[in-house]
């Protein structure tokens, strides 16, 4: 058995850590020891994160970045390198959803999802590559998803983008892992988290999300615990639910079934979006 990996006074850069799972990470991450430089555009959120870990000990730093902005990435790098020597990990975790249908999706809607959602995950990650590879030692993690391995309708454009990660994720583990860098996937099923709300101010109706249940979701601090425990024994995937993972094998096993199944869950949260809105307006 692999010996476990001592966190402490390995740095890391965690996007899109304002909310949500990256800023419960980036707070998991600096109880284990590990400085931490916290990256997204809300400055004010960011100074609060970082001065509340200095207060409880830990080192971090905070940067604004827009992970669509390659040169904002380089300096964001830049500043996590100057902060803490070098950087032992990238956590790729900035993105955000859409809910709507494909065929409703302009080109422009759809380059502004992969920009941010892939396209900034590959800004975050590259400029971090060459001091790993210098020394032969890193992690680099993408924040995918649950539905990497099945689209959901209404999601297909989010859907895309996390697959596109983890496929990315899969092929980059295999190149840099003979070269010292691990590379690794982290796939959260539904989070409590800020998601849901800019998904719903992205998108013109979001009644799927609206009418979420509350059996699948995780906390980020769940999460942000699995990415840790991935950071201390890296393994390919990080998944924070035995019951989805098996189910998303499964669903691609059987696409049929797994349709129908969809189809039933998609029918029932409309039904319910309905209910809700015929009882508002009467």
């Known amino acids: 058995m692999a010996k476990a990996i001592d966190l402490n006074g390995k740095s890391i850069c965690i996007t899109g850590a304002s909310a949500g799972i990256g800023r419960a990470t980036a707070i998991a991450c600096a109880r284990a020891g590990m400085p931490v430089l916290v990256a997204a555009r809300r400055e004010e959120k960011l100074r609060d994160l970082a001065l509340e870990i200095q207060a409880s000990g830990g080192r971090a730093e905070w940067i604004a970045v827009d992970v669509a902005d390659p040169e904002s990435c380089e300096r ?24 709507r249908a494909m065929h409703e999706m302009t080109d422009e809607e759809l380059r ?12 975050s990650i590259r400029p971090a590559l060459p001091q790993m590879l210098e020394r032969r030692e890193g992690h680099v993690l993408f924040c995918s998803s649950c539905v990497a391995k099945f689209a959901l309708p209404y999601y297909g454009a989010y859907s ?62 769940r999460v942000a615990n699995a990415v840790v425990k991935c950071l201390r024994k890296p393994r390919p995937e990080v998944w924070t639910s035995r019951f989805v993972h098996w189910g998303m094998a499964i669903s691609m096993a059987t696409p049929r079934i797994a349709d129908a199944s969809v189809r039933w869950m998609v029918k029932r949260r409309l039904e319910q979006a309905e209910s809700v809105e015929a009882k508002s307006t009467s």
């Open 160 to 221: 895309a983008t996390k697959s596109a990660q983890n496929h990315v994720s899969r092929a980059m583990r295999l190149e840099l892992e003979p070269l010292g860098v691990h590379v690794s996937s982290v796939h959260p099923v539904g989070t409590k988290t800020e998601f849901f709300d800019v998904t719903k101010q992205q998108s013109d109706v979001a009644r799927l999300v609206e009418h979420s249940g509350e059996r699948f979701m995780q906390t980020p601090e």
């Open 112 to 123: 502004q999802i992969f920009e941010v959602n892939f396209f900034g995950s590959m800004h």
């Open 76 to 99: 964001m790098i830049e500043r996590g390198i100057d902060a803490f020597g070098s950087l032992y990990s990238v956590f790729a975790n900035a993105g955000f959803g859409v809910e």
